[in-house]
């Protein structure tokens, strides 16, 4: 007789440790309570994004995320921290810290003291979540309010820096994708309401994990509704909740085992099929699984009335080569006008790698011509490209759609890992800095100015933000209480609680607005 063993658990997955809050930390910050002046009372620090290093298509950094950290960090990783006992959490963390620390155990006295205070005593002050923030302008301002924890900012900085950098750093590249395709719609006359799904989100199954993929994509679907990263519809409803609208969305579509589970000889069989199980709407079909361009010139034609006779579209994907020529083909023959993208060339006798997957698409389904004389493949077919797409290929792409006399909304783009994950904190050179303290009652400016990294030079006392003479975010350094009071970084979590959360569609009316007076400041 066989018996099945039951499945083992490894640990409870469903809340954190006690002590998960406390563990959150690079290990050097479990010491640096004990050699900050006897006497400090309060400390300061700010989240900045210094400078575009890494993503030098970047204008200016989208302040993103600070919300989604505090509830996740601050309120849930903590909540198990206080729920137990004062010697539960205490024996747990000098467990745990004699043996990372052997000797030098710095004791529990401070963990006992928090859990007695019970809550996290701190004021978390920041910019409105989408603003535009120049490089150099700090986005986020952190004290604690009790003197008895002058350690709690610095020692949250680690959980705050790999929280925060990633959704912050993909809504900035979201943006930039946005720009561009506003641009080149806005030159060859393409459908602006096509943009919200013309950079789609398919960067899933690169990231680091599900959280990362969540908080990435999020910062995607600011400027986006497209998308196939589930998790990020439960991120946003979980740490950015309310009247959210429309959040994202996707199309029914295929994948390689789907198209090649019938072999070569059954694509067609194939092609069929998913036209039968979605006789309307949209429906993508990846097609080079053998022979992508055999697909537009043999089987697609097969199909040619079943398409235009259907009430949708379908959407055809290559998914390998050079997206630039894959889209548009190999043949680059002109002088910088769309009527000579051929010249001394006979289109007849081009090869289909050639024309490209938009020539061909055209050949068998037609076009319209929109009112700035650029050609819109009949509205039944559609064409997506989701592989190693770039923001220098996206560029490419659309530069010879509009040679060839195409609109740039012919063509989504999907936006992969290699886009939205990777990236490191450098990519926006974001880093967390003290810059001012109190120490027995007296104020004490703090900057760091090393003489081999004038990049790192740090921001020096409180801080604020106001709008320039030319309308752009500046940075008050050594600010007065006066200037505090008009800062446009206020508070927004105190003490535990939340001060005027902010729901999704709060986050993005920001962006627009910002984008929009970015622009204008531009067209000035």
């Known amino acids: 007789m066989t018996t099945t063993a039951a499945p083992t658990r490894l640990g409870t997955p469903t809340a954190p440790t006690k002590i998960a809050g406390l563990l959150a930390v690079d290990g050097y910050k479990q010491s640096h309570r004990t050699v900050y002046p006897k006497g400090t ?5 700010n989240w900045t994004n210094r400078s575009n290093k890494l993503l030098p298509e970047a204008s200016h950094a989208v302040h993103f995320g600070l919300q989604a950290f505090l509830q996740n960090y601050l309120i ?9 006992t004062e010697d539960e959490v ?5 467990r745990v810290l004699l043996s990372y620390f052997g000797p030098n155990n710095i004791g529990s006295d401070h963990v006992r003291a928090l859990h007695r205070l019970g809550y996290l005593p701190l004021l978390v002050k920041g910019v409105p979540e989408g603003t535009l923030v120049p490089f150099g302008v700090p986005t986020i301002l952190i004290e604690n309010t009790h003197p008895d924890f002058f350690w709690l900012p610095n020692y949250i900085e680690t959980a ?7 959704p912050s750093t993909s809504a900035t590249i979201a943006t930039i994708y946005r720009d561009l395709m506003e641009g080149w719609a806005e030159k060859t006359g393409g459908d602006t309401a096509a943009i919200d799904f013309q950079a789609h989100d398919f960067s899933m199954r690169g990231q680091t994990s599900l959280e990362s993929s969540a908080a990435s994509g999020a910062g995607h679907l600011l400027s986006f509704l497209g998308t196939d990263t589930m998790p990020t519809l439960d991120f946003i409803d979980r740490y950015y909740p309310g009247e959210n609208g429309w959040v994202g969305a996707s199309v029914p579509a295929t994948e390689h085992s789907v198209m090649c589970i019938r072999g070569e000889q059954g694509e067609l069989e194939t092609f069929n099929a998913v036209l039968d199980a979605f006789p309307t709407g949209i429906v993508s079909a ?4 053998y022979d992508f361009f055999g697909v537009l010139t043999n089987i697609l034609p097969q199909l040619k009335d079943r398409i235009l ?4 579209k379908l959407v055809i994907r290559p998914d390998s080569g050079d997206p630039v020529d894959i889209i548009t083909g190999t043949i680059r023959v002109n002088d910088g006008t769309r009527d000579s993208y051929y010249r001394g060339k006979d289109e007849g006798t081009l090869a289909p790698e050639e024309l490209g997957a938009i020539e061909l698409l055209d050949q068998v389904f037609g076009h319209t011509v929109n009112d700035k004389g650029y050609k819109v493949l009949n509205e039944h077919i559609g064409l997506i490209y989701g592989d190693s797409i770039t923001l220098d290929r996206a560029q490419r792409i659309f530069e010879r759609l509009a040679e060839k006399g195409w609109a740039s909304t012919n063509v989504v783009l999907g936006i992969g890992s290699f886009t939205y994950q990777y990236r490191t904190r450098d990519s926006l050179a974001s880093a967390v800095k003290a810059t001012w303290a109190q120490v027995d009652g007296q104020p ?29 975010l500046e940075l008050i350094q050594q600010a007065s209480p006066a200037d505090e009071e008009r800062s446009l970084i206020q508070p927004v ?25 970015r622009a204008d400041r531009t067209d000035r």
């Not at 849930?76 to 137990?84: D, L």
């Not at 006779?309 to 949708?312: A, E, L, N, S």
């Not at 100015?449 to 801080?463: C, E, F």
Request: glycine share 8%; no cysteine.
């Open 76 to 84: 849930e990783t903590w909540a198990p921290f206080f729920a137990a």
């Open 493 to 517: 979590w105190k003490d535990g609680e939340f001060i005027n959360p902010v729901s999704f569609a709060d986050v993005r009316n920001t962006l627009r607005d910002q984008r929009a007076a």
């Open 444 to 472: 004490v400016d703090i900057q760091k100015d090393p003489k081999t990294g004038a990049s790192k030079k740090s921001a020096k006392g409180r801080l604020a933000v106001v709008t320039g003479a030319d309308g752009e």
């Open 309 to 312: 006779d259907r009430d949708g």
């Open 160 to 166: 705050l820096s790999a929280s925060i950098w990633h």
């Open 41 to 45: 009372e309060q400390i300061l620090i």
């Open 90 to 94: 205490a024996d747990e963390f000098e």
């Open 286 to 289: 990846v097609a080079d699984g």
